[in-house]
């Protein structure tokens, strides 16, 4: 009597795969699943804000210009203000016009999420910060640099309680917001897909030195520099540009409040403290902005054939 073999034993079914969407998020890195944003798309968005800026401040000063208003030969305050907040804008609106030739991004996609592990970021924030203070002690120290900034001066800070007021928010809370959703959020996060996190952390520092090359004393960009390729290994490592958003607005605060020789130190600690809250405060509400847009879009249903 012949043996029949044992029927085969069934295979168990292999578990559903997640869509790339759904899988975990690295600190520091795009999402899996995201296509992200090529390299060569940073160079045309930087390119494409400074045009922007450009076009938009010759258009302003033109119109002003021809309005009786006195630019030459510099500009008042109340203009200067208005075109700083304009190039900040300018650059974070280039940005998302670039982003969603890619796909409609979200507030994640430009690191508008919490850091993984709150203590971790803070002491890395620290870290990066005393690294930069150190530096850019030396750098000064070496070279004999005194300069202060006169960008509060232009903006015309001492002219009114009022002027002083916004030109706080806009050194302590519109820069810090602006420059990290594009630098860090956009650029940064580009170039990191061609080469990792250093080579493009390097490249985004040395843009970000030259990008306040009109706003800052030439003896302070290499600190600048320095300090922008650390705020992008500050946001790869804690996967939240929440984070350096925060250590941007405690910068400009304390540099805000050193040329402000009157103040009293209370006041700077206030102030930065009041541009770190703010800051994290608008940036949110930018993530979720940016959240709900990708929401109303994928529930959008497709247009008849």
Known sequence: ?????????????????????????????????????????????????????????????????????????????????????????????????????????????????????LKRAIGVLFAVWAGFFFLSAAWAIALDLDEKSDLPEQLGVDLSALNLVIVTLLVCVVAPVGEELFFRGFFFSALRNWRGAWPAAIITGLTFGAFHIESSPIGQLVPLAIFGAGLCMLYHWTGSLYVPIALHAINNAIAFGAAEEHWRWWIVVLVMAGAVMVSLLVAAAIGRLLDAGSRDHSAAPAPAG
């Open 1 to 117: 009597m012949t043996s029949l073999p044992p029927p085969p034993k069934a295979s168990s079914p292999a578990p559903p795969s997640l869509p790339a969407e759904q899988g975990p998020a690295l600190p520091g890195r795009r999402p899996r699943g995201m296509r992200g944003w090529p390299p060569w798309l940073a160079l045309v968005a930087l390119l494409s804000g400074f045009g922007a800026t450009i076009v938009a401040t010759i258009i302003t000063v033109a119109i002003a210009a021809s309005a009786g208003v006195d630019v030459e030969p510099d500009l008042p305050p109340g203009l200067n203000i208005g075109l700083t907040l304009l190039q900040n804008v300018a650059f974070f609106i280039t940005a998302l016009l670039f982003a969603r030739t890619i796909s409609r991004p979200r507030g994640q996609d430009f690191g508008l999420r919490p850091p993984a592990r």
